[in-house]
């Protein structure tokens, strides 16, 4: 299990060391030295998903992704400064990658999040069992959808869904790929972190992507 502990990283540090091995093995792009260390296809593959989940200005001039897991308490801790970005940043795009790296549960959890986003309530869903205590697991996931209001019956059916877990498992093969440490981790444009962020850290993450 990735480590929790490890402090926040330089905005470049992962991307430089882990960007050109997971391009090859993700787009088949050959890795080259380049100025801009993320490649096209890479970043299409990163940040356009259809059954992902996408807030904000769906065509806004920044995407912000955050690779998150329910259990994760820096995750949700995020939540309320994420909110507060989409509502004062007109231009950002926000996509949110479940990655389930504390087990069952979560897995259970990234299952009930992407199944949400077909009845119209993935928000409502999010932001309830991220508020909730204790463990987010097969109980609280349901007791969480039906307390905002999903249709159980089609709940329970789109998450056999096939193409719910190969989102999740493609969100693996980016993350490992990567050489992603742990949750949440944050990218945008040739930039990432590590770690919970500050609101002001991840306002000057977007501010540098705008200036690069």
Known sequence: MPDR?????????FLQTGLATGAVIITGIPASAQENPMPDGLRQ??????????LGNPSGDVTLTEFFDYNCPYCRA???????LILEDQQLRV?????PVFGAGSLYCAKVSLASLRQGKFWQFHTSLMRIKG????KSA????SS????????????EDINIARQIEHSWIL?????LSGTPTYIAGDFGAFGQQSLDELRSMIAEVRGA
């Open 175 to 179: 993350a490992e790929n990567m050489g």
């Open 5 to 13: 502990t490890l402090p926040s990283r330089n905005r470049r540090e």
């Open 95 to 99: 996509v949110l990658r479940e990655w």
């Open 45 to 54: 593959a990163l940040e356009h998903e259809k059954l992902g989940a996408v």
């Open 148 to 159: 905002v209001g999903l249709n159980m019956g089609e709940l329970r059916r789109d998450m």
């Open 135 to 138: 463990p987010a697991d097969d």
């Open 142 to 145: 349901i007791a969480t959808a």
């Open 78 to 84: 995020s939540v309320a400064d994420l909110h507060r």
